[in-house]
Each structure stands twice: as structure tokens, then as C-alpha cells.
């Protein structure tokens, strides 16, 4: 029973245009949620978090957006480059326990 | 180099073995924590330590276990190995015992059980 859904194993977009990235999640404990990055040999990297109390946050080309009712957070990454291109983990947190989804690995094309 | 260190970064091990992998945290953090990935799978989360105690398991088997050290290192024991044990095994350390500003991961151990 997966917790944290990323429904969307691959995503290919073209540089410069807008990368959305989807993450659902069914437990309504969840608290706060983070996106990571992971290029290949190497471990996710921390990208962006967000709180429940919230439901916006920026961080230059990344924005993540919240909606709690829908149980459903995105990424945004605007304008997207050939460096972005990699796995993207959503995760969401209740206390201690991180849940971490499957990942989206996105393709941004030149 | 994220300051989160895991030695071995390759493992190849046949089945029924035993082996420790080990994770050196940033520096100042005294939260590590172990996470499991498989194959097109999510990384699943195995055990958290906080300063030499256990704060909180996760999908964790009985063949495996941890411990965490008064320098801080942590070690991920996996016994009895199987098959389907193969899988990339990350470290991450963080400075709080909750959820703060993300976790810092270390490159991983891949093991490969024959």
C-alpha cells in the first residue's frame, strides 16, 4: 500500500518550458513534504520542502504548490534545463517517518 | 561530496552471507538514517538513529540491523542474505531528530547478492 504516489514514471520536456512534477499521498497525517533530486551514482539530493501550513513555496526555478484537501502536491520548475534532467522523489513526513514515492524521472530535451 | 560518507560503494556478497555497511554522517549531525532502494522501487525506509539511540524503524527485517556509535558512524548489519536483497542501501544524516530542512544523503552502497 503505497503511501506516496508519483504517477508518472517518466516525463520528457522540451528546455526552457515549464516541468510539472505530481505527487498524491493518502495519509492525512502527513506534515511536511520535500522533493529531492537523484542523478545517476549519487544519493537524492534535498530540493525544496513544503509544510502543511502552507501552500506555496518558491526557491528560484523551483515551487512547490500544496493542496491539502486534494491530498496532492507538485513541482514546478521554471524554465527547466538540461541539468534538471534527472529522478525526482516526493516525500512526505509524519514525526519521524519520511516516505519517500517511487520517483519521476524527468527528461528536459535541448 | 554531500559530507555524508558510505563505504562500501560496491558490494558483491552470495547468498546466505553476512555484511556491514557503514556511514560516516556530516559533520554536526547526529541524526542517520538508512534507507533501501530497489529496483524501480522508492527508497523505503529502514531505521533512524539519533545520537547512539534508536528513534524510529521502518520496513526493516529481522535479518537486519543497526547501531549507531559514540563517534556517531553507523553500520547497516544484513545477515542471511537472499536474493532479493539486492538493492542500493543509502545513508542520510540530518542535524534534528524530526523533520527539518531535508536530509543530507551519502552516495550509497550498492549490494548485489549471487
Known amino acids: 500500500d503505497q503511501q506516496v504516489k508519483q504517477n508518472s514514471p517518466s516525463l520528457s520536456v522540451q528546455e526552457g518550458r515549464i516541468s510539472i512534477l505530481n505527487c498524491d499521498y493518502t495519509?492525512?497525517?502527513?506534515?511536511?513534504f520535500l522533493w529531492y533530486k537523484k542523478y545517476p551514482a549519487e544519493g537524492p539530493t534535498f530540493l525544496i520542502s513544503?509544510?502543511?501550513?502552507?501552500d506555496k513555496n518558491e526557491d528560484g526555478r523551483f515551487t512547490v504548490f500544496l493542496n491539502k484537501s486534494a491530498k496532492h502536491l507538485s513541482l514546478h520548475i521554471v524554465p527547466s534545463q538540461p541539468g534538471d534532467s534527472a529522478v525526482y522523489f516526493c516525500a512526505a513526513s509524519e514525526g519521524q517517518n519520511f516516505v519517500f514515492g517511487p520517483g519521476t524521472r524527468l527528461s528536459v530535451l535541448p | 561530496d554531500s559530507g555524508v560518507t558510505q563505504t562500501p560503494k560496491h558490494l558483491i556478497t552470495a547468498t546466505g552471507q553476512r555484511v556491514t555497511l557503514r556511514c560516516s554522517p556530516r559533520s554536526g549531525d547526529l541524526s542517520v538514517y538508512w534507507y533501501q532502494q530497489s529496483l524501480d522501487q522508492g527508497l523505503q525506509f529502514l531505521i533512524q538513529?539519533?545520537?547512539?539511540?534508536?528513534?524510529a524503524k521502518g520496513n526493516i527485517l529481522e535479518r537486519f540491523s543497526a547501531q549507531q556509535f559514540p563517534d556517531l558512524h553507523s553500520e547497516l548489519n544484513l545477515s542471511s542474505l537472499e536474493l532479493g536483497d539486492s538493492a542500493l542501501y543509502f545513508c542520510?544524516?540530518?542535524?534534528?531528530?524530526?523533520?527539518?530542512?531535508?536530509?543530507?544523503f551519502g552516495s550509497g552502497t550498492r549490494l548485489t547478492v549471487v
Open positions: 513544503i509544510s502543511s501550513i502552507k
Open positions: 542520510a544524516s540530518s542535524a534534528y531528530s524530526g523533520p527539518g530542512d531535508g536530509y543530507t
Open positions: 495519509n492525512s497525517m502527513f506534515d511536511y
Open positions: 538513529y539519533y545520537n547512539g539511540e534508536e528513534r
